[in-house]
Nanobody
Framework: QVQLVESGGGLVQAGGSLRLSCAASGRTFSTYGIGWFRQAPGKEREFVAAISWTAIQTSYADSVKGRFTISRDNAKNTVYLQMNSLKPEDTAVYYC????????????????WGQGTQVTVST
């Protein structure tokens, strides 16, 4: 069993930066790939980024490629999402989850979802 807790969200102006953290409890954390998703009001949850358990493989949604960077520190049981050049359309609740399937981008390939952290980007 793994429990994930997101933090680091907040209110930022367009063009600004935030770093989200996904802290895990459980001894098996380092064996899971971890993904970040986001959900805006009235919209479906969408894939943002993912990282393999070795950190060798990463994947990004086209909408964040070049602006967001995912990384992990298995010694600290934490995955990070560095978000730069933020845009108002990045406003959403951001969730992390453990990857258990094959497809990086599919919501149903993930388990152990955190409670989410709100990111609001103002114009």
């Amino acid at each position: 069993q793994v429990q994930l807790v997101e933090s680091g969200g907040g209110l930022v102006q367009a063009g600004g930066s935030l770093r989200l953290s996904c802290a895990a409890s459980g001894r098996t954390f380092s064996t899971y790939g971890i993904g970040w998703f986001r959900q805006a009001p009235g919209k479906e949850r969408e894939f943002v980024a993912a990282i393999s358990w070795t950190a060798i493989q990463t994947s990004y949604a086209d909408s964040v490629k070049g602006r967001f960077t995912i990384s992990r520190d298995n010694a600290k049981n934490t995955v990070y999402l560095q978000m730069n050049s933020l845009k108002p359309e990045d406003t959403a609740v951001y969730y992390c989850a453990a990857h258990v399937g094959l497809a990086w981008t599919a919501v149903n390939e993930y388990v152990y979802w955190g409670q989410g952290t709100q990111v609001t980007v103002s114009t």
